[in-house]
């Protein structure tokens, strides 16, 4: 397999119907083969290079087959043109001792599904123990949480299959490299996400296919001899001699178990409380807390694209800004939604949070995007390790108070916000 990279392609040149002929004419002419040649390719890396408006370019990396590939090298080999890199797998090491019973994995968000899924794919028949419900279920508690405020405290934006990011534009960019991702990437794949996350620069799933995704990879766990459990909150830690020996299930069954992955999430303040009780070391640590801003995308798609706004190879444009004050404390935003929704993602009573959640096509009219400041344990009241922890309830609390007190949010529009106004209205 020969890998072609850095093929810039014009925008006004490429459209959903003549992509592949126009990357098989890219591949003929720099390989400088005929078209009997060419067996079969398949895009390895696409994104889109939107830095001059005037000029706005795919860029594509193609891995293709062809006829008598050695001498094509050869002839044509060199900083864009060379042998395809081989997939590193990761590296999976084995213990040497027997487990006396099924390893557990707390928590079913993707940290908990992808531990699950290679401890099953490997034999180890996990047990996943999961405080919310199966993702078919949670759909219609959140649903009545988004139309009528009713908050079930264990099954919601937060808790249930698939975790916090279910309810979630479905990005799986990660900013590190490592060999891991694109095993998940792939595992994505097989249990029904688009096969684009495997190129694409900035992949994302969107929460309509991410809840088929998580059900077929529930599925794949327990084809391969895992279990799992919902509605079944770890309520308790026991322990012998500084080892796990077993855990309480709902306050009234015992487990035993002696390896326990515990993969519980950002949210679950309830048990990060046990474990503080149970003499597990913490430390407090900094986290970022602000408000989702919302703008109509097509602002987005003119400020980022110019005259190619709304061109179907582009899709719905993001953006990503920072601000470095000399204060020391930055803003910045994250976990933009191009098309997509600002949601109510409480999972405490009397608490108000939110976040961003875009279905696949990300077609709503607007965007949104979390406006953050980053915070320290010198921000909190106090020194408990789990100040942090207070210090975001307060400011649920408020922003609950704010809203009405029936979980919908405070809204105030930039332009009052920054003179300073209450807000009369909402924009569309
Ligand atoms: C609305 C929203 C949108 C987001 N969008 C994105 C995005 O587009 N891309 C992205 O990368 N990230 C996104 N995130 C962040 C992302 O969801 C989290 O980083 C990710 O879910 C963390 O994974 P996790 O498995 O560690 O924990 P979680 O996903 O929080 O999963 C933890 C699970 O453990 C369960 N649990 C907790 N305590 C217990 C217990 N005691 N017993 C049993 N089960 C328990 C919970 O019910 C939960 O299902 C979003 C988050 C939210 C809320």
Redesign the pocket.
């Known amino acids: 397999m020969i890998r072609l990279s850095d093929i810039r392609i014009k925008i006004s040149r490429i459209t959903p119907d003549n992509e592949k002929e126009v990357l098989k004419r890219e591949i003929l002419g720099r390989l400088k083969i005929k078209e009997e040649d060419l067996l079969s390719f398949s895009i390895s890396k696409k994104s889109v290079d939107a830095r001059k408006k005037a000029d706005i370019c795919l860029v594509y990396s193609l891995d293709a087959e062809v006829a008598n590939e050695e001498h094509v090298l050869k002839k044509t080999g060199g900083r864009d043109v060379f042998p395809t890199p081989a997939v590193i797998r990761p590296d999976l090491r084995f213990g040497s001792e027997k487990l006396r019973h099924r390893p557990v994995v ?7 599904i992808f531990a699950a899924l290679i401890l099953a794919q490997n034999g180890y028949r996990p047990i996943v ?4 419900e199966d993702v078919d279920s949670r759909v219609m508690k959140i649903n009545d949480f988004w139309d009528h405020g009713k908050l079930d405290p264990e099954s919601n ?9 279910t ?7 990660t900013l590190i490299n490592d060999p891991r991702c694109e095993q998940v990437l792939r595992e994505f794949v097989s249990a029904g996400a688009p096969q684009e996350i495997l190129y694409k620069n900035k992949p ?1 799933i969107g929460t309509d296919l991410l809840r088929s995704v998580v059900k077929n990879l529930r599925q794949s766990i327990i084809s391969h001899g895992g279990e799992v459990r919902f509605r ?4 308790d830690f026991i322990t012998r001699d500084g080892e796990i020996t077993a855990l309480e299930i709902n306050g009234e069954e015992i487990l035993e178990c002696n390896v326990v992955i515990l ?6 303040r ?2 990060f409380e046990i474990l503080y009780k149970r003499g597990i070391e913490m430390i407090p640590k900094p986290f970022s807390i602000g408000v989702r801003i919302e703008h109509p995308q097509e602002v987005i798609d003119r400020a980022q694209y110019g005259s190619e706004a709304g061109n179907p190879m582009l899709g719905a444009a993001d953006y990503k800004l920072a601000y470095h004050s000399k204060s020391g404390r930055s803003a910045y935003t994250f ?1 933009m939604c191009p098309g997509g929704y600002v ?1 109510a ?1 409480a999972s405490e009573k009397g608490h108000v949070v939110t ?3 875009s279905e696949y096509k990300r077609d709503g009219v607007n965007a949104n995007s979390a406006l953050l400041v980053g915070v320290s344990p010198e921000d909190y009241p106090g020194h408990h390790p789990l100040a942090g922890v207070e210090f975001q309830r307060n400011w649920e609390r408020l922003a609950f108070q704010l809203g009405g007190s029936d979980y919908r949010a405070p809204v105030q529009l930039i332009g009052d916000f920054l003179n300073d106004r209450i807000s009369t209205g909402i924009g569309s």
């Open positions: 707390t928590g079913m968000g993707p940290a908990g123990l999961e405080r919310g934006v937060q808790f249930g299959e698939g975790g916090a990011g309810f979630s534009d479905g990005k799986l960019t994302h079944s909150r770890v309520t993969a519980i999430g950002h949210s679950a309830d048990t976990c949601v993602a976040n961003g959640m």
